[in-house]
């Protein structure tokens, strides 16, 4: 199957820094990549759609300017949490969608937030 | 509002019993319902399903969906340890985004 990378795949950063989180398609081209949030024993949230070339479409209750998102190839898009405070402290997994409605999950990165 | 519910929460079997995991699903646009297994990291996939009473199977996963009553299940039988993770339900409304449900966490004992 397709293989979805991400980097890192876990961070431990101090209030207030920003964390960037890369999310890479390894042999194939995505136009559409999301990125999911999930809390301990909890689902998956879409956070946001990543389209390449154009704004990232976030969901409701997301904030745009607290989770920055970048797609500027067709293989690449990040996921920037700005100002991070403890209460972003998730896991957060991107995907991309490869043919029709199949979706591959990157590995996820797990982020800590002192 | 779209939403999709799972099944039980949680299951606990032991190994050899047969298990049957429900979602059932309030979307608008229906498109697609997929079935992911996550154990410690991000979800790997296991079916896709656009068209009811069409079982798909692997192995001894199968999974069939009822699009009339807004349903899918994941069956595995002959469980084994290594089935132990949590299986998600995730449905497609028909703008590529996908909605997904709480889980099902099974674990399978020795």
Not at chain 1, 4 to 21: E, F, L, N, Y
Not at chain 1, 41 to 55: D, F, H, P, R, V
Not at chain 2, 70 to 85: H, K
Request: one cysteine or more; glycine letters at 6%.
């Amino acid at each position: 199957g397709a293989v979805v990378s991400q980097h890192p795949s876990r961070v431990i950063c101090k209030s207030g820094t920003s964390v960037k989180i890369e999310c890479r398609s390894l042999d194939f081209q995505a136009t559409t990549m999301f990125w999911y949030r999930q809390f301990p024993k909890q689902s998956l949230m879409l956070m946001a759609t990543s389209n390449e070339g154009s704004k990232a479409t976030y969901e409701q209750g997301v904030e745009k300017d607290k989770f920055l998102i970048n797609h500027a190839s067709l293989t690449l898009s990040t996921l920037t949490v700005t100002s991070a405070h403890p209460e972003d402290s998730s896991f957060y997994i991107c995907s991309a969608r490869v043919v029709e409605e199949t979706q591959y999950f990157g590995p996820g990165t797990r982020l800590l937030v002192l | 509002e779209d939403k999709v519910v799972q099944s039980p929460l949680s299951l606990v079997v032991h190994e050899g019993d047969t298990v049957t995991l429900n979602c059932s699903y309030e979307v608008t646009n229906f498109r697609s319902l997929l079935w992911y297994k996550q154990e410690k990291k991000a979800p790997t996939f296991l079916f896709m399903l656009t068209s009811s009473g069409i079982e798909k199977k692997s192995g001894r996963l199968s999974s069939i969906l009822d699009k009339k009553e807004l349903f899918s299940i994941l069956n595995i039988t002959a469980t084994q340890t290594g089935d132990s993770a949590v299986y998600l339900c995730a449905v497609g409304p028909g703008t590529y985004k996908y909605i997904f449900g709480t889980g099902t966490r099974l674990k399978v004992l020795a």
